[in-house]
C-alpha cells in the first residue's frame, strides 16, 4: 500500500471518527456482546473494541466499500484512508468520488485527523510523497529511547520493531547476528558487550537512515550483492 501510494503526486490522508464504532452488529451477533450493570444487562448494536475479530472485520467492510477504487484512487488500511492522484487537476474529482462512497455507507472521518491536497503525510508508520518513502520520526524515536532488552521477551520485541524497517536498514542480519545465541533453546540470556555494541549500532544507524525512492520507469536497474559468514545482502538500485 505504501509503495503503491508513493507514485502520485496529491495525497489526501483521513481517519476513521471511531471508527469500528460506525459499523453495525448483526442482529444474531449482538447478544454475544452482552455486558452486566448495576441496573442491567446491555449489548452493543455496533462494533465495539476489543473484539477478536474487530480489525478484520473493519478491513472487509471496507474493502467493499471502496471496491474498485482501492489501488486506484484509493488506499485504505483498517481506519486509514489515503486519497491519492497522480495529476493535480484530478484530485479534487478523485475527493468526490470517495465522499459519495462515505455519505453512501454513512461514514464519518475524523476532521482533526485528516489534511486534503498535500503532498505528504504520515501513512502506517512511514512518510509517503511523490516518488519517496522514508520511516516517521516518531517511530525512530520510540526504538532510540529503548533500554538495552533485560530478557528474551523484550528483545524479540526489539526485533520485531526492526523486521518493520528492514528494508530501510543495511545489512540488518549482519546486525542483529550478536543477538542470535540469546534466542537458542535453552540459552542462557546474557547481554554483553557484543550485544550492547550491535544494539547501539543499529540505533545510530537510525539516525539518519535511508529515503527509499520507487524506480523510474525504462532506466536501467543495479543489482548489488554481499555475502559474510553470518549473513547475505543485496540492493536494487537505479
Known amino acids: ?3 503503491i501510494a508513493s507514485s502520485h503526486n496529491i495525497f489526501s490522508f483521513m ?3 471511531s471508527g469500528y464504532n460506525q459499523i453495525k452488529m448483526a442482529p444474531e451477533d449482538e447478544k454475544f456482546t452482552a455486558f452486566r450493570t448495576p441496573i442491567g444487562v446491555f449489548c452493543y448494536k455496533v462494533m465495539p473494541f476489543g473484539l477478536k475479530n474487530a480489525g478484520a472485520t473493519y478491513q472487509r467492510a471496507m474493502t467493499v466499500i471502496f471496491d474498485e477504487l482501492i489501488h486506484v484512487q484509493v488506499e485504505c488500511y483498517v481506519d486509514d484512508l489515503v486519497v491519492k492522484s497522480k495529476v493535480r487537476s484530478d484530485h479534487l474529482r478523485d475527493l468526490r468520488i470517495v465522499f459519495e462512497c462515505l455519505r453512501k455507507h454513512d461514514l464519518k472521518m ?4 485528516c489534511a486534503f491536497g498535500v503532498s505528504a503525510g ?3 508508520s512511514f512518510i509517503v510523497r511523490y516518488r519517496d518513502i522514508e520511516i516517521d520520526p516518531s517511530m525512530i524515536k520510540a526504538i532510540k529511547d529503548l533500554k538495552p532488552p533485560k530478557s528474551l521477551t ?7 520493531n526492526l523486521a518493520f524497517l528492514r528494508r530501510f536498514i543495511s545489512n540488518l542480519a549482519g546486525r542483529c547476528h550478536p543477538f542470535t545465541a540469546l534466542a537458542k533453546k535453552d540459552a542462557h540470556f546474557y547481554w554483553d558487550k557484543n550485544c550492547q555494541e550491535a544494539f547501539d549500532s543499529i540505533k545510530c544507524y537510525l539516525t539518519n537512515p535511508p529515503v527509499l525512492a520507487a524506480p523510474i520507469v525504462g532506466k536501467s536497474l543495479i543489482l548489488y550483492t554481499t555475502a559474510l559468514d553470518e549473513s547475505l545482502g543485496a540492493l536494487l538500485a537505479q
Open 122 to 124: 504520515k501513512f502506517l
Open 15 to 17: 481517519d476513521g471518527s
Open 1 to 3: 500500500m505504501v509503495d
Open 154 to 160: 523484550q528483545l524479540r520485541s526489539f526485533q520485531g
Open 110 to 113: 475524523n476532521p482533526l485527523k
